[in-house]
């Protein structure tokens, strides 16, 4: 049957882990002939890929389906289709409250994208699973990509994302994620590698590796260090300039990671740790055990092996139980190690986590005075270490004119993820200088903010 939908339009929310499932759907429906747009207006079908994370992620997921929804009235659009997390945790209320939601997709069945935005173009019987929205027995997702997948990838295309694993084991107690992606389970290394060749050849210069624990990557596979033999597999790849490691875990970094990120010149001096306190209490009500101490310890032994590497973290405020003392406590533990990079969160409390059925609820009021006092202090170390740049010369990526104005270019530094630790604003240039987004440049730093740097080239 000929398919009655051409233009596929997405909105992808969240994470980049979502991304690349995103990048993963658009791919599949290209290889199957659909155009792609980014025109909402011009859209036959849109996709909304979800966040189903905290409060905030899914109301914005909400406000999205309810916008997108209003097109079927304004525009062409004719299907909708929800994807993502929020689908794994809200399936059935979503196909109940929301009547304008054509087709759902959980995280394991993003391989149904074309059955689910056309289902004429497809088999009569999984036209009939699309109907009944059962075209799995329900169950932990199981699903994760390979080599083979097609991608679109939707990042400027000197960097993208690789999804070295999918799923997790930990139980944190304020987290959801197991109950929407499930177990842990790694790629084989050689999948990782074949793609990072695949990518090289598109002409992407920098690979951000990303899971939900990155540290615990090749376990299940019985692998001792295999994080710390995916880098250097990944060190060989002609092409790629950047291999970049987020989200890992503060239990299973090991020697053989931190080796291998000293030694090899393509593995970027960046440590991204989401450690979420520093108070004995509050991580053991987290379930994330541990304390202070041990982690200054790990962040020690880091910065032994990495004399220049750059700190990240996010932290947690608000959790229930958190007292005065234990917020202190993570007050000074910030101080103590200044990190390069501090995300804060207000606890957010999610039904399903061990978190909603604790005592001791900190009013909202109480959690956002926290934030703020934290940033602020996070704001003046910041500040400090970006003054002691100042005359300095930096090798950096180039990604082209600046977000903030076109007469700026912007840039970043080995120390700097894209999307979540800002740029180098370029203000000065040589005579002729040609504006390529992914070459590498050599910048001096001139001027100092509290998050901003200013640059010239040499």
Known sequence: MKSKFSKIGFV????????????VMMGQLKLHGYELTTDREDADVM?????????????????????????????????????????ERYRQDLLNQLPEVDAVLGTSEIEKIVAAVDPAAVAQQDAAFIASNSWM????????????????????????????AEGCDHTCAFCAIPQMRGK??????????????????????????ISQDSTQYGLDLGLKDGLADLLKGL?????????????????????????????????????????QHASANMLKRMRRGGNRAMLEKLLNRARKFIPDIALRTTLIVGFPGETNEDFEELMQFVKDIEFDRVGVFTYSDEEGTHGFDLDGKVPAKTMRSRRA?????????????????????????????????????????????????????????????????????????TEAHDYDLIARVV
């Open 12 to 23: 992808s929310l969240g994470c980049p882990k979502n991304l690349v499932d995103s990048e």
């Open 235 to 275: 060190a060989q790849v002609d092409g790629i300039e950047w291999i970049r490691v987020m989200y890992t875990y503060p239990n299973s970094l090991s020697d053989a990671t931190l080796a291998v990120m000293a030694e090899e010149s393509k593995v970027c001096n960046y440590l991204d740790m989401p450690l």
């Open 184 to 209: 842990y389970r790694s790629r084989r290394a050689g999948s990782i590698i074949n793609e990072a060749h695949q990518l090289a050849a598109q002409g992407v210069k920098e690979l951000v590796l």
């Open 373 to 445: 006092k934290l940033m602020r202090e996070q704001q003046k170390i910041s500040k400090r270490k970006n003054k002691a740049m100042i005359g300095k010369q930096f090798r950096a990526l180039l990604e082209g004119v600046s977000e903030e104005s076109q007469l700026l270019l912007q840039a970043r530094l080995e120390t700097q993820a894209p999307e979540v630790d800002g740029h180098i604003l370029i203000n000065d240039v040589p005579d002729g200088f040609d504006v390529k987004p992914g070459t590498f440049l050599n910048l001096e730093i």
């Open 137 to 164: 027995t329900r169950g932990l997702p199981t699903y994760i990509y390979d080599e083979n997948a097609p991608r679109v990838l939707a990042t400027p295309k000197h960097f993208a994302y690789v999804k070295i």
């Open 47 to 87: 996709v909304v890929n979800t966040c189903g994370f905290i409060d905030s992620a899914k109301q914005e997921s909400i406000d999205t389906i309810l916008e997108m929804s209003e097109l079927k009235d304004s525009g062409n659009l004719k299907r909708l289709v929800v994807a993502g997390c929020l689908v």
